[in-house]
């Protein structure tokens, strides 16, 4: 019923930039909030950072200042600006739609994304 599609993610050098796009489509008549988890390996996975649909925003621990969440109602769509990535920002990150609303259904329901591979290496 609902799809996340992220894109952006790929090899960066330590002090560069990446940014992240999620487009969520299907039967949506409304998403309360549009967010972006990571996930390293051997570590639990962890808030990024989140908006919702009036323009709040959430940041997780010391994500905010290098990266901006922002989104674009109308096209349903998150985007993640990363700046002065470290190494140890290498994650999947994944898209997150939270208590969204489906046409011609009771109920508020989240979605996730397959997810987007992010590196820091040089």
């Known amino acids: 019923q609902v799809q996340l599609v992220e894109s952006g993610g790929g090899l960066v050098q330590p002090g560069g930039s990446l940014r992240l796009s999620c487009t969520a489509s299907?039967?949506?008549?409304?998403?309360?909030?549009m967010g972006w988890y990571r996930q390293a390996p051997g570590k639990e996975r962890e808030l990024v950072a989140a908006v919702t649909s009036g323009g709040n925003t959430n940041y997780g621990d010391s994500m905010e200042g290098r990266f901006t969440i922002s989104r674009d109602n109308r096209k349903n769509t998150v985007y993640l600006q990363m700046n002065s990535l470290k190494p140890e920002d290498t994650a999947v990150y994944y898209c997150?739609?939270?208590?969204?609303?489906?046409?011609?259904?009771?109920?508020?329901?989240?979605?996730w994304g397959r997810g987007t591979q992010v590196t820091v290496s040089s």
């Open positions: 299907g039967t949506i008549f409304s998403i309360n909030a």
């Open positions: 997150k739609a939270d208590q969204v609303i489906l046409r011609g259904l009771n109920g508020r329901y989240d979605y």
